[in-house]
């Protein structure tokens, strides 16, 4: 069964603002997509409107096999964990107290942390390789030790989606490769993964699938290595063919 289903969905902010006009695409289990294209091409509006953040202009999409405007906040959020751009509101948090907020689905209304919740939230961290964080403060962490601590806790609401929106911008090199290699190990234990991202190169590396965007064009798909070795890549993106050689 498909995660999610995007049936001939237009993207944008008002009827004559469309971005993408029929989207079809789908997510199976266990892949890692990576979604390129140009900055303003409409990136982040397609990754808010398939989690529902956003209204489609047009479409339908399902999440589970249900329309997901048909679904409580609580149902998506066990089926969908999302970590977009943009740093926490409080700092002050400690690691364990930020991934913890993604058991929040799960939780009575007295918001107490059961058992099996502590277990989720251990295996997040141990997945992410942060255990040395742990009783840190976000405040005393790097950009590259904050965005593992943010997948960390998308890793602890424990869903089979998880879509993340530019994971690695403003990283170095190093964690740009950990944390692509990191998300690489996620998926190949069976979580399903779309990145929003620029890092072409990096990322053609770990992906199975490309989903490419840009201004006023259908979406080019396929494997990355493919769409690169056939010229096909820079062609759709406007990039001198020897940079991805």
Partial sequence: ???LEINGVDIGYEPEKILVKNINLSIAPGQLIGLVGQ??????????TICGLQPRLKGEILLGGKEINAQNSKSI???ISVVLTGRPESLNLSVVELIALGRHPYLGWLG???KQDREKIEEAIT???????AKKRLFELSDGQLQKVMIARALAQDTNLIILDEPTSHLDLRNKI???ELLK???TAGKSILI???EIQLSAKTCDTFWCMDFAKDMLLGNPKALIQSGDLQKYLHIPKEVLT
Avoid: C, D, P, W
Avoid at 127 to 133: F, R
């Fill in 196 to 198: 929003s991202t620029h």
């Fill in 112 to 114: 107490t942390l059961k």
């Fill in 1 to 3: 069964m498909k995660l």
């Fill in 185 to 187: 190990k996620i998926s």
């Fill in 77 to 79: 959020a066990t089926q």
């Fill in 127 to 133: 997945q992410m390789e942060i255990n040395y964080l």
């Fill in 178 to 180: 950990e944390v692509l």
């Fill in 39 to 48: 900055n303003g091409v409409g990136k982040s509006t397609f990754i808010r």
